[in-house]
C-alpha cells in the first residue's frame, strides 16, 4: 500500500511537471533577463488595483467558472503546490533562497484567513480546506511588482521585465476606519509565467473577449504603478528620504525621466530624427522620420523651392497641381523647339 502511494504521488509530481514544461513549450512567454547585461536598473511599483487600468488584475473577486483573478490563481497554486512563496523582508526585498521559503500554512495562519482541516480516506494527515469566499482576494486592493530595465550589448536591445510580485491586503485594524497594508509574499515571476501564460482575461472595456493572458498584460506593460522604490547603495526607499507628498510625486518623475533620458542617449537625443536630401533630378526634398516607437522609416516628400519656381517659370497658363511626369514634359519640348 505504501509502495503503491509513492509511486501514485511519484506520477502525480512526475505529470505536473511535464504539463509545466509543456506550457512553456506551446505558449512561450516574455523574455526573461539576459545574462550579461552592461546596464541594469532595478525599480519597484505598487499597483494599485482600485484603478481602471489595473482592473484586469482584480476582477472577478470570486472565481466565476474558469474566471477567478490573479490572487486567486496564485492562492491555489500555493495551496496545491505548484510555485514557491518567499518571505518578504522588512526592508521591501525579496530572497529567492530555500531559508526564506514560506508554506502555505504560514500564509494562512499569519493573515488570519479561516480553513478547515478535513480528513482523506488512505491518508494519515489532514488536508486543508478552504471555500472561495473565504480567499481573501476582495482585500488584496494591490500588488508591489519588481521592474528590472535592462541593456543588452550584445544585441543591442533596451527593455525592461518583471522578476517579482507581492500581492498586499488592505485590513483595516481594530478601533481604526483606515486600512493598513500588508504584504504577504514574494513570488519569482518566473515560476508564476507558465502558468500565466495560460490563463485567458480580457483587458478592454470595450472588448469583454478574453482574448489576452496575463503575461500578455505584463509583457506589454498594460499596467499603471508609481515607484515606491529603487535599488540603492542606502537601501532606501522614497518615503525615507521624500518628506511630502509633492516631494515624493517630484522625485518619482525625475526617477521615470532617467528611465527615458537613458534610452535616448542609446540612440540619440531626439526620438525622431530627421534626415534631409535633395534629388536632382526630381527637385523633391525627402525627409525619412525615423520613429523608434513604430519600428519602421515613414517617409514623407515635400516639394522644394527650385521645383515650385522652375514650375512656375515652364508653365504659365497650366494648371499647378501636376505630377513629376508632367513637371518634366515641358522641359523636353522647350528643347525641341530650340532645336
Same mark, same amino acid.
Given at each position: ?135 481573501? #482576494? +476582495?482585500? %488584496? ?5 519588481? !521592474?528590472?530595465?535592462?541593456? *543588452?550589448?550584445?544585441? &543591442?536591445? /533596451? $527593455? ?85 507628498? #509633492? +516631494?515624493? %510625486? ?5 526617477? !521615470?525621466?532617467?528611465?527615458? *533620458?537613458?534610452?535616448? &542617449?542609446? /540612440? $540619440? ?71
Amino acid at each position: 500500500m505504501k509502495l503503491s502511494l509513492k509511486l501514485i504521488i511519484a506520477v502525480t509530481l512526475c505529470v505536473s511537471n511535464l504539463s509545466v514544461g509543456w506550457a512553456q513549450r506551446q505558449y512561450p512567454g516574455s523574455p526573461g533577463l539576459p545574462d550579461d547585461v552592461v546596464w541594469m536598473r532595478e525599480i519597484y511599483r505598487t499597483l494599485d488595483l482600485t484603478k481602471d487600468t489595473n482592473g484586469a488584475l482584480y476582477y472577478p473577486v470570486e472565481p466565476q467558472g474558469n474566471k477567478m483573478n490573479l490572487f486567486t490563481t496564485m492562492f491555489r497554486l500555493l495551496a496545491q503546490k505548484k510555485i514557491p512563496a518567499y518571505e518578504y523582508q522588512l526592508d521591501g526585498t525579496e530572497r529567492f533562497q530555500k531559508d526564506a521559503e514560506v508554506t502555505f500554512r504560514d500564509v494562512l495562519d499569519r493573515f488570519q484567513i479561516y480553513y478547515e482541516l478535513k480528513k482523506v480516506a488512505n491518508r494519515r494527515d489532514s488536508v486543508v480546506s478552504i471555500s472561495n469566499s473565504d480567499i481573501p #482576494s +476582495a482585500d %488584496v486592493l494591490s500588488y508591489f511588482i519588481k !521592474e528590472v530595465w535592462y541593456f *543588452d550589448q550584445r544585441t &543591442s536591445t /533596451y $527593455g525592461s521585465v518583471i522578476t517579482a510580485i507581492c500581492p498586499v491586503l488592505h485590513r483595516s485594524e481594530e478601533f481604526s476606519s483606515e486600512k493598513t497594508k500588508f504584504p504577504m509574499f514574494w513570488v519569482n515571476y518566473r515560476d508564476l509565467l507558465p502558468h500565466l501564460m495560460q490563463s485567458k482575461i480580457s483587458v478592454s472595456n470595450y472588448n469583454n473577449a478574453a482574448n489576452s493572458t496575463w503575461d500578455d498584460f505584463f509583457a506589454a506593460r498594460l499596467y499603471k504603478g508609481d515607484i515606491y522604490k529603487t535599488t540603492n547603495l542606502q537601501n532606501r526607499t522614497l518615503s525615507q528620504y521624500c518628506p511630502t507628498d #509633492s +516631494a515624493m %510625486v517630484k522625485e518619482q518623475k525625475r526617477i !521615470e525621466k532617467e528611465l527615458a *533620458d537613458f534610452e535616448n &542617449s542609446l /540612440y $540619440g537625443k531626439d526620438l525622431v530624427e530627421e534626415t534631409d536630401s535633395v534629388s536632382a533630378v526630381s527637385g523633391t526634398k525627402i525627409v525619412k522620420a525615423n520613429s523608434k516607437k513604430k519600428g519602421r522609416d515613414n517617409t514623407v516628400t515635400v516639394r522644394s523651392k527650385s521645383s515650385s519656381s522652375s514650375k512656375a517659370k515652364s508653365s504659365s497658363g497650366k494648371s499647378q497641381s501636376v505630377s513629376k511626369r508632367e513637371a518634366a514634359a515641358p522641359k523636353a519640348s522647350v528643347r525641341r523647339q530650340r532645336r
